[in-house]
């Protein structure tokens, strides 16, 4: 998979954490964390495939409703105009990704397309149906092999599931700029566009492309989660290791205080720029128009439209049985999930917890074994204990006193920014789903009305627990701004039972 180098910090277990990304590096994984890029490609995605793969290239390009040129599309054509063109037109190509499988970038970009071929054809007839006024129906329930092949073989070198992951494919490996030199610059008109689109998305003012670029929008911002986390662990372990490894352990564990708080502040900023930017969706994705496009982001598990799965046609280790994937779903975005495992937020234990255990393997294989790390040391060092000083103060220095004060605040705002991200996403579920449509079920395969409040509420909780044990609006130590939150907190918790216990009623569905 490549040689890292020197260009990575290390800690604890020696998890390779990219300063330089490496973009023209063909040996690496396309994603790979670093503090620059965060969760985003170590590199722009790429656009143009060999010209061994023109006859795909063809497809997905006269695939969408609206292409390119403005003319309409394969799916605009309707009575299965891309099914017919997947098995009149599109021969078995596996030799060639096989040709090309040194070059790990290349093999994630052909992942995309073969996923983004997939899913079209699966759900072109749910499509037909849908912009009939009708209900979804079945998918098509075989993958040809044609297909199949490809992507098994595309996701076996990427480490994904053969089917459409939202860093993978839909989303942050599906974009590209129009002029490099001006990055990621989304003013209008945007310098970044989509590569690959089912309905209008290749259009950039379109809602389509609104829901995709957001979320690339948002991710860009995620470098100094990761260096503000990884920070934030080395503070805490510096700070253990004081008594035995220091000639001055109060002044080190001081100093470790210190560095731990400019690591929280630096999580804080870098999670108003994602939120801000979140809020943005409203603008660039209008509600009414997501349940067109999402049609195509259902997943195989849980969905009506496949009942007992798919069949992947030629693949030797299936035995003809079927496969079942979950959706893309931007619950599988990496940022959140990093907070919850540092700030060490306890999940109830639930069957709606297990769906999110279950989405974390539904991204690139770096950013789980990531994730998983960042738990693991979090746990390992007693991060949470010793930043919010839970074994009390009385034997912490005076001078140290006031910066313990500043990480309980600073760890009620960036928790409280968690909530914030949480709270809007619920609300996007809310006004582009709930009120949009009756299915069930989010694209990932979870309950529509429950399962994000899961986590919501998770949080909320959190909140107050920690709020109360640290001494609450009497201790004042906390400040205005945290008493301000958590009066927020406390009215938001009340309104989210409200509007899911309203939901539930109107679907007949538990609120368990």
């Known amino acids: 998979m490549g040689s890292l180098g020197t260009d990575t910090t290390t800690y604890h277990e020696d998890f390779p954490i990219l300063h330089d990304p490496r973009p023209d590096d063909a040996s690496l994984p396309a994603f790979m964390v670093s503090t620059t890029r965060g969760f985003l490609p170590r590199m722009d995605p790429i656009v143009t495939l060999p010209p061994e793969f023109d006859p795909l290239e063809s497809i997905l390009q006269r695939m969408p409703v609206k292409t390119a040129s403005g003319e309409p599309g394969l799916f605009a054509q309707g009575n299965g105009k891309l099914g017919e063109a997947v098995h009149r037109e599109l021969p078995d190509l596996t030799e060639f990704v096989d040709k090309y499988r040194h070059d790990l970038p290349l093999m994630n970009a052909l992942y995309r397309d073969y996923s983004f071929l997939a899913s079209a054809y699966l759900l072109e007839p749910c499509h037909e149906r849908f912009v009939k006024g009708e209900e979804y129906g079945l998918g098509r329930q075989v993958l040809p092999a044609n297909v199949a092949r490809p992507i098994a073989k595309c996701a076996e070198i990427c480490e994904f599931k053969p089917f459409m992951e939202y860093a993978g494919s839909y989303a942050l490996f599906n974009y590209h700029l129009v002029d490099p030199s001006l990055g990621f610059s989304f003013s209008d008109p945007s310098n970044v566009r989509l590569i690959r689109a089912f309905e209008h998305g290749l259009d950039p003012t379109s809602s389509e492309a609104g829901f995709v670029l957001v979320h690339i929008d948002m991710v860009r911002h995620s470098g100094p989660l990761v260096a503000g986390a990884v920070a934030s ?8 290791l004081s008594s035995s490894s220091s000639t001055d352990p109060e002044r080190t564990r001081l100093s470790a205080r210190q560095s731990l708080n400019v690591s929280l502040s630096q999580m804080l900023a870098a999670l108003k720029q994602v939120n801000a930017t979140m809020e943005t969706m409203w603008k660039r994705s209008k509600p009414n128009d997501y349940t067109s496009f999402r049609t195509f982001i259902f997943g195989i598990k849980s969905q009506s439209m496949f009942p007992n799965g798919v069949v992947y046609e030629g693949l030797p280790d299936s035995d003809g049985r079927p496969l079942s994937f979950r959706g893309e779903s931007g619950a599988n975005d990496s940022m959140i999930p990093l907070m919850d495992n540092l700030l060490q937020i306890p999940m109830p234990d639930t069957p709606l917890t297990k769906i999110l255990e279950d989405f974390r393997s539904y991204r690139p294989s ?32 005076e001078e140290e006193r006031d910066e313990v004060r500043r990480s309980r605040s600073l760890w009620i705002q960036v928790l409280n920014q968690v909530r914030d991200f949480r709270w809007r996403h619920w609300c996007f579920a809310r006004e582009y789903i709930l009120k949009q449509t009756s299915h069930p079920t989010a694209t990932g395969g979870s309950p529509i009305v429950t399962w994000l409040p899961n986590q919501l509420q998770a949080v909320l909780g ?37 509007e899911v216990r309203k939901f539930c009623e109107e679907r007949g569905v538990s609120r368990a």
């Not at 789980?368 to 390992?380: C, T, Y």
């Open 233 to 240: 662990l080395d503070a805490c372990r510096r700070s253990a």
């Open 366 to 397: 770096n950013h789980r074994a990531f994730l998983e790390w960042v738990k693991r040391g979090s746990e390992e060092v007693g991060l949470r204990r010793w930043a919010l000083a839970l074994d009390g103060t009385a034997d912490v220095a």
């Open 462 to 498: 959190d909140m107050v627990g920690l709020y109360e044990r640290m001494g609450g609006d009497e201790a004042g130590g906390l400040g205005e701004e945290c008493k301000y939150i958590m009066d927020l907190v406390r009215r938001q918790d009340e309104t989210l039972k409200k």
